[in-house]
């Protein structure tokens, strides 16, 4: 089980890996998309982390306090509370999952179009991206 599977496995609770896989579609939907959360993220510092996700190469890590930093405090809450776990625990998670998952939405090294950003349309969407 690699790194992104083990994060979105204790974001989902006891719905495991799917439940996680839906808890970041929600979080990244309610934050406008991935274009939305990449910009959230951008603008709080993280902008060489973000490139190094959307592009090709080497992903570079986020901690889960920069995600805390940079993230809406109620969606982290909610999240956390679906998850049974704390919000600095969840931000955790995310980062840990966030660099895999950004990386598989953008696989030719640039953002989709807005029609074509997977979080936008829904759950089926996200799991053929992740190939679940």
């Known amino acids: 089980m690699g790194v992104f599977d083990q994060a979105t496995a204790k974001l989902g ?5 799917d439940g996680g896989v839906a808890s970041l579609q929600k979080l990244v ?5 991935l274009h939305g959360l990449t910009s959230k993220l951008a603008s709080s510092g993280l902008e060489q982390q973000v490139q190094s996700w959307v592009g090709h190469g080497q992903n570079q890590p986020v901690s ?5 930093q940079a993230m809406d405090p109620g969606q982290l ?8 776990m704390t919000p600095e625990e969840t931000s ?3 980062a840990q999952a966030l660099p895999d998952m950004v990386d598989q939405a953008t696989p030719e090294g640039h953002m989709p179009a807005p029609e074509n950003d997977p979080f ?3 759950m089926d969407s996200v799991k053929r991206m992740l190939k679940l």
């Open 77 to 84: 809450n909610s999240l956390a509370k679906q998850a049974g």
């Open 64 to 68: 889960g306090s920069q995600v805390q």
């Open 13 to 17: 609770g006891q719905q495991g890996t």
């Open 120 to 122: 936008r349309k829904g």
């Open 29 to 33: 939907s309610s934050s406008g998309g």
């Open 92 to 94: 955790k998670h995310v």
